[in-house]
């Protein structure tokens, strides 16, 4: 079993509609989570972290974490083309040497006008 | 302030040819990581240094891969004899310390021919 798994997709969504991406995770002791966003050809870049169960929501995006369940999603509102990425969902494995981050194969989310 | 960059974007390298990748992190960020992202994949840890020193190399996948940071600032990721499974996007990514985000430059693409 992989560490972090996601649905790679692709994920397709019509312009204003909510797209959902799930992501799971192997590391009971996990306690923090991230979603990164890549667009193609370029670099991940932080969207969303989030820490306690529950929902965290920050503009269009909302991240919901349930740690009994092993399991953290997002929530994109009003899709817009330019939402068009793939989102990884990424998760720091804590070791006296450092916090690296196990990240998932990521959801790759396509939005059509 | 500047992001982290990293040189060359692109390098195209005959199997068997020694390649240098350079990774300059923000500005007193400690923690430097370097990730290899295949296509289609999410990126996977390769090593991570606290300063100067390397408290993490479990991800390099084989002895032709050596990473340095001799003053605590600029890394490079040299690559040996390189093979066409070492073709891939290398990412880096710095965080001011311990767990914090971690913000990844554009990446340099490596093709091996």
């Known amino acids: 079993q992989k560490e972090v798994e996601q649905n790679s997709g692709p994920l397709s969504v019509p312009e204003g509609a909510i797209a959902s991406l799930n992501c799971t995770y192997s590391d009971r002791g996990s306690q923090s989570f991230f979603w990164y966003r890549q667009y193609s050809g370029k670099s991940p870049e932080l969207i969303m972290s989030?820490?306690?169960?529950g929902d965290k929501e920050d503009g269009r995006f909302t991240a919901q974490l349930n740690k009994a369940s092993q399991y953290v999603s997002l929530l994109i509102r009003d899709s817009q083309p330019s939402d068009s990425a793939t989102y990884l969902c990424a998760v720091p494995v804590f070791k006296a040497a450092g916090n690296k981050l196990t990240f998932g194969g990521g959801t790759r989310v396509l939005v059509k006008p | 302030g500047a992001g982290v960059s990293q040189s060359p974007r692109y390098k195209v390298a005959k199997r068997g040819q020694d390649v240098a990748l350079r990774c300059d992190p923000i500005?007193?960020?400690?923690?430097l990581f370097w990730y290899q992202q295949a296509l289609g994949q999410g990126p996977e840890f390769l090593t991570y240094?606290?300063?100067?020193?390397?408290?993490?190399k479990s991800g390099l996948p084989s002895d032709r891969f050596f990473a340095e940071r001799p003053e605590g600032s600029v890394s490079t990721l040299k690559i040996q004899r390189t093979q066409q499974e070492d073709s891939a996007v290398y990412l880096c990514?710095?965080?001011?310390?311990?767990?914090?985000?971690?913000?990844f430059g554009p990446g340099t693409r490596l093709t091996v021919l």
């Open positions: 989030i820490y306690s169960n």
């Open positions: 990514a710095s965080s001011s310390q311990g767990p914090d985000t971690q913000y």
């Open positions: 240094f606290q300063n100067e020193a390397q408290l993490d």
């Open positions: 500005s007193g960020h400690v923690s």
